[in-house]
C-alpha cells in the first residue's frame, strides 16, 4: 500500500504501525517477526530478555547479552525481510552492553526512553558500517530538542525518528505519579509540542526528524488523526499482546481479554516510575503493604532500591509471563478494556489499515 510507505533513514517502511517494545517477555522474535512479516516495523524489548536463561539470576549480564543475540537471530530468519528494532531503556544497568549487542547484531531500529539516551551515538561509532537507526522515546518537545542538540554538539548525528510517548501507555511511564491519578496531559497536545519542536530542528539545521505517536492508540481511525496531525506512524503495544504471536503466557492474553476498565491502575513501581498495570491479589498485597524488601540477584534497573523496595519488579513480570498470576502482575494499556479477543497479527493489522 505505497500510499502509507515512509521512511525513517534510507529505511523503508510500508505500513504506518509499529509494534510497540514490550519487555520480559512480552514481545520477543515471534511477536517482532510477525509484525515486520505484514510491513510494519516488530520491536523486540530488552528488559528482562534472559528470564528463560539458566543463568538468568547468577550472570544477569551475560544471560540478557545471549538471549538478546538470540532473539534478534531468530526474528531475523523468520521475518522475510521486514524491518526490526529492539526497545532498550535508558535506565537498565546494562544499557551500553544492550545496546552494542543490538547494533552488532544489525539491527535496523534502537528505540530508547525511560531515560534521555544522550551518549546513544556513541554507541553506534564504536561499531564499524553500523547502519542501526537510533529513535529516541520523549515525552516532550524540550527533550528532544535536548537530544538533538547533544547528539549533534557531540556525535554529529540527528535523530533518525522520534516516539511521543503519552501518558495513556502500557508498563513505566514517564509522568509523575500526581499526573496520572489526576488530570494527564493529552498525546495530542504533547504530539504537537514535539512536532514543533521537530519543525524548529529542521528549519535549523535542514534535516527532517520523522515523529511517531504513541499511548492509548488502539484503533485505525485513532492513527489516521495522528497522521492527519503529521506523524509517519503510530506505535501501538496493548491490542499486539492479545495476539496468538505475542511472546507472553496464555494466562496473560487471557487476562488482559476479560479486563474490565476498572482494573486498569496507576501504580508506584519499585525503580521509581509510575506504571499502568492490571489489579489483581498481588498488588492488592503491595497496597496493604505486606511485601517486604528482598534479596536482589542483580540490580538490573538503575533507579531500583532493592533495599526499601516491597518487591522485584522484574520477578513479578516474569512470574506473570509464566502464568503465575498470584506471585506477579501484567503491565498494560490503558484502553486493555477494549481487548474483546485474542486476535492474529495478520488480522489485526489488516483491521487497523482498513480503518485509516
Known amino acids: 500500500m505505497p500510499k502509507y510507505q515512509f521512511k525513517i533513514g534510507d529505511a523503508k517502511v510500508e505500513l504506518p504501525i509499529i509494534q510497540g517494545g514490550m519487555g520480559v517477555g512480552y514481545s520477543l522474535h515471534k511477536l517482532a517477526s510477525a509484525v515486520a512479516r505484514e510491513g510494519g516495523i516488530g520491536i523486540i524489548a530488552t528488559a528482562g530478555v534472559g528470564f528463560a536463561e539458566p543463568d538468568f539470576a547468577t550472570h544477569y549480564p551475560d544471560a540478557n547479552n545471549r538471549a538478546l543475540r538470540q532473539e534478534i537471530r531468530k526474528a531475523r530468519e523468520l521475518a522475510r525481510g521486514g524491518l526490526l528494532g529492539t526497545n532498550i531503556m535508558v535506565a537498565l544497568t546494562n544499557y551500553d552492553d544492550m545496546v552494542s549487542a543490538a547494533i552488532e547484531e544489525g539491527i535496523d531500529f534502537i528505540f530508547s526512553g525511560a531515560g534521555l539516551p544522550l551518549h546513544l551515538p556513541a554507541l553506534l561509532h564504536k561499531v564499524p558500517n553500523a547502519k542501526t537507526k537510533l529513535v529516541p522515546i520523549v515525552s516532550s518537545g524540550r527533550a528532544l530538542e535536548l537530544i538533538t542538540k547533544t547528539w549533534v554538539k557531540n556525535y554529529n548525528y540527528f535523530p533518525d525518528a522520534t516516539v511521543v510517548e503519552g501518558p495513556k501507555a502500557g508498563g513505566h511511564l514517564g509522568y509523575k505519579y500526581e499526573e496520572l491519578t489526576g488530570t494527564p496531559p493529552k498525546l495530542k497536545d504533547i504530539f504537537l509540542d514535539v512536532k514543533a519542536s521537530a519543525e524548529k530542528i529542521r528549519q535549523q539545521f535542514k534535516k527532517t526528524i520523522p515523529v511517531i505517536a504513541a499511548g492509548g492508540i488502539f484503533t485505525g481511525k485513532d492513527i489516521k488523526e495522528y ?86 519488579i522484574a520477578f513479578a513480570l516474569i512470574n506473570a509471563n509464566l502464568g503465575k498470576l498470584e506471585e506477579g502482575f501484567a503491565f498494560c494499556g490503558s484502553n486493555v478494556y477494549r481487548v474483546k479477543e485474542i486476535s492474529t497479527v495478520p488480522k489485526l493489522i489488516h483491521e487497523l489499515i482498513s480503518g485509516l
Open 227 to 312: 497522521l492527519d496531525l503529521g506523524a509517519v506512524a503510530a506505535q501501538i503495544g496493548t491490542r499486539f499482546v492479545a495476539t496468538e504471536e505475542a511472546d507472553v503466557s496464555q494466562a496473560v492474553k487471557e487476562l488482559y481479554v476479560r479486563t474490565k476498565k476498572e482494573d486498569v491502575i496507576i501504580i508506584k513501581s519499585p525503580v521509581g516510575m509510575p506504571g499502568r498495570a492490571i489489579r489483581n491479589e498481588f498488588l492488592n498485597a503491595v497496597g496493604r503493604g505486606e511485601k517486604k524488601p528482598f534479596r536482589c540477584p542483580y540490580h538490573c534497573i538503575k533507579t531500583c532500591n532493592p533495599t526499601q523496595s516491597p518487591y522485584c
